[in-house]
C-alpha cells in the first residue's frame, strides 16, 4: 500500500494576520505499487499533451488541462480522501 498526502492553505492561526482560512489536506491511497506507477503514467501523459513542463498547478492551468487531468486518472485505480476544517472553528485552551 502506498499512500501520498499533501495539504493547502496556512495552518496557522493568526487568521487576522495572513493564515488561510480554510486548511486541506488530500491523501491518495494505492493498493499496489503498480497502480500508484499506471497513475504516474497517466498522469505524464497528460502533462505532456498540455505542455506542462515541472509540477502541474491547478490554479494555473486552463479549463481544457484540468479536464483532461480528470479524464486521464479517471479510471486509475485509487482512492482519494480529504478532511478539511476551519482554523477558526478550533478552541485553543
Known amino acids: 500500500m502506498l499512500v501520498f498526502i499533501d495539504e493547502s492553505g496556512d495552518p496557522g492561526f493568526k487568521l487576522d494576520r495572513g493564515s488561510s482560512d480554510v486548511f486541506v ?3 491518495v491511497v494505492f493498493a499496489d505499487a503498480s497502480y500508484a506507477q499506471a497513475t504516474s503514467e497517466l498522469i505524464v501523459e497528460a502533462q505532456r499533451r498540455n505542455r506542462i513542463k515541472l509540477e502541474w498547478k491547478f490554479s494555473k ?3 481544457e488541462a ?3 487531468f480528470f479524464t486521464s486518472i479517471s479510471n ?5 480522501h480529504s478532511p478539511s476544517g476551519l482554523p477558526s472553528d478550533v478552541k485553543i485552551a
Open 25 to 27: 489536506l488530500a491523501m
Open 66 to 68: 484540468r479536464d483532461d
Open 76 to 80: 486509475a485505480r485509487f482512492t482519494r
Open 61 to 63: 492551468s486552463s479549463n
